[in-house]
């Protein structure tokens, strides 16, 4: 009797038997979780009717102005006639991007003949136009934003400095310059000049120059 009760234990398969498989199939729980996922994604995923709507490509997207390029505010200190020079002064915060802009603009004006509405004449009743030739020497420091300044500039560094005790010096003077722009007419083969800084004729220049066009 004993025995054949342990006889119908040993045959009885247990929870757990050597060389059997515990739990479900891999297979049934690869599939499980992908169903899972596939599951979530239907429920997370936005609706495409409710997507936002794509903006025209005609649509033009006004950005916010670039304070490092906004056109700068000048004003017009001196004109000297007898050396078809314009002195100009920026506010000390310019930035030298904005100093470029306002050179560039200059020269647009020049090229559509319309630099009278932005600068008094150098070269009145000229025929080859009101700023046929122009030096316009554009300061930050309004400390040298002057006539005499700009004079010692127009003579160059090999002038005599003897000869003009009371100016300023020509290496302190060019090194005060933001922008230097130079129109001659005359030149048909290069008629502009522009430049961050300033240098003369002969070459000097300043630590900050840089030739623009």
């Avoid at 090194?175 to 007419?185: M, N, P, S």
Wanted: hydrophobic letters at 40%.
């Amino acid at each position: 009797m004993d025995t054949d009760r342990d006889t119908e234990q040993i045959s009885k398969p247990g929870p757990y038997e050597e060389g059997k498989r515990a739990g479900a199939h891999p297979l049934v729980v690869i599939l499980s979780m992908i169903g899972g996922l596939w599951l979530l994604i239907l429920i997370f995923m936005p609706d495409p009717k409710h997507k936002p709507t794509a903006v025209p490509a005609d649509v033009q997207v006004t950005l916010a102005d670039d304070p490092d390029t906004a056109p700068v505010m000048f004003q017009v200190k001196a004109t000297l006639l007898d050396l078809n020079a314009i002195c100009l002064s920026v506010p000390p915060q310019a930035t030298e991007s904005q100093i470029v802009g306002l050179l560039k603009r200059f020269r647009e004006a020049r090229l559509a003949n319309t630099l009278t509405t932005l600068l008094p004449a150098t070269t009145p009743g000229h025929q080859l136009g009101e700023h046929a030739v122009a030096d316009i020497y554009v300061f930050s420091n309004p400390q040298y934003a002057r006539p005499d300044v700009v004079r010692v500039l127009a003579r160059g560094a090999h002038a005599p400095g003897n000869l003009y005790p009371q100016a300023v010096p020509f290496e302190v003077a060019m090194e005060q310059v933001r922008g230097h722009y130079r129109i001659d007419l005359n030149d048909s083969g290069d008629p502009d000049r522009g430049s961050i800084g300033f240098a003369d004729e002969s070459g000097v220049h300043s630590k900050s120059y840089r030739h623009l066009f």
